[in-house]
Every structure is written in C-alpha cells, then in structure tokens.
C-alpha cells in the first residue's frame, strides 16, 4: 500500500520559513513522480510544486517562484518543501501528490497523481 506522509505545518508569521517533508513507503521511492499541492478554504486545489526524478524538469507556481524550493532524499525516501518568505495568501492545506509516470502537461492537476497524503496544514498571518 503506497503511503505519503506530510508534516512540517504550522503557524507562522509573515517572513517566517519553513520545510514540509512527505516520506513515501509503499512504493520504490526512485520511481515516483511527487508534487506538492496546496487548497485554501473555498478554493480548488493548485499545484505548487514539481519534480520529475531526474530532477531536470520542475515547476513552481508563478506566486511562489523564487520562495520554494522542492528537492528529494533519497536516503530518506522523502520529499521536502522549501518555502521562504511566507505570506498570508500561503495559507492553505498542503498536500504531497505520486505518481509513477511523467505529469503529461506543463501545469500539473491533482488528476494527474494516484496516491496523496492527508494534507499538513499552513497558516500565515500577516
């Protein structure tokens, strides 16, 4: 059974940083597409984050260029999330999302993954 565990959330101010890390099991870890998501109340799910195993194809969403980073370890089978700066528009549910093939487009959609974590959450204030 695949599992992808997040953690790092938390309630933080304005400028603060933080690293989220979903730790994978259930699958071999070398195989696996991981992005991370993230879903503010009355809002629909938006990528945030891609890698693809290589390493050489990413995308970050255009609000946090600059301020996340997402790496992998491979000793540790996880995955983690930079993120610098933080904001309140931040706040949100974030969720790391598998896949074990190469996201097909450009933007990644939730669509796009078969396994996901419950989600850690983020708060900002301002």
């Known amino acids: 059974q695949v599992q992808l565990v997040e953690s790092g959330g938390g309630l933080l101010q304005y400028g603060a940083s933080l690293r989220l890390s979903c730790v994978v099991s259930g699958f071999p870890f070398d195989s696996l597409y991981i992005g991370w998501f993230r879903q503010a109340p009355g809002k629909e799910r938006e990528a945030v984050s891609y890698m693809n195993i290589g390493g050489d194809i990413t995308y970050y969403k255009r609000a946090v260029r600059g301020r996340v980073t997402q790496s992998r370890d491979h000793a540790k089978n996880s995955v983690h999330l930079q993120m610098n700066n933080l904001k309140p528009e931040d706040t949100a549910v974030y969720f790391c999302?598998?896949?074990?093939?190469?996201?097909?487009?450009?933007?990644?959609?939730?669509?796009?993954?078969?396994?996901w974590g419950v989600g850690t959450q983020v708060t900002v204030s301002s």
């Open positions: 999302a598998g896949v074990d093939r190469p996201v097909p487009r450009a933007i990644p959609l939730p669509s796009d993954f078969d396994y």
